[in-house]
Nanobody
Framework: QVQLVESGGGLVQAGGSLRLSCADS????????MGWFRQAPGKEREFVAA????????HYADSVKGRFTISRDNAKNTVYLQMNSLKPEDTAVYYC?????????????????WGQGTQVTVSS
């Protein structure tokens, strides 16, 4: 089965930037919608961004609009999350997720498989 591996997390000062990557070892990446979610300690997993199979339709949580950008490179089986103007409240474990449809979802149960997560910590 497909598996996802996130990378690019780390410690950054408020106002800084990070770029997360999610590599998919599966063979049907180009036909799968992808999403990013995050979860802080004691909090529910929340939607961050999603992208359709073609990259033509993007969705963002209100809290990250104008600051985060999701993109994908199907030739490299990789989805990205560019995070700019980071805030302390962005601190969380960020998870990449995929679903076996071409339409992106905005809820955790919309997705079929997940990565292990990468920690993002924003200091103030």
């Amino acid at each position: 089965q497909v598996q996802l591996v996130e990378s690019g997390g780390g410690l950054v000062q408020a106002g800084g930037s990070l770029r997360l990557s999610c590599a998919d070892s599966g063979r049907t990446f180009s036909s799968h919608a992808m999403g990013w979610f995050r979860q802080a300690p004691g909090k529910e997993r929340e939607f961050v961004a999603a992208i359709s199979w073609s990259g033509g339709t993007l969705h963002y949580a209100d809290s990250v609009k104008g600051r985060f950008t999701i993109s994908r490179d199907n030739a490299k089986n990789t989805v990205y999350l560019q995070m700019n103007s980071l805030k302390p409240e962005d601190t969380a474990v960020y998870y990449c997720a995929g679903r076996s449809t071409v339409v992106a979802g905005t809820r955790p149960w919309d997705y079929d498989y997940w990565g292990q997560g990468t920690q993002v910590t924003v200091s103030s």
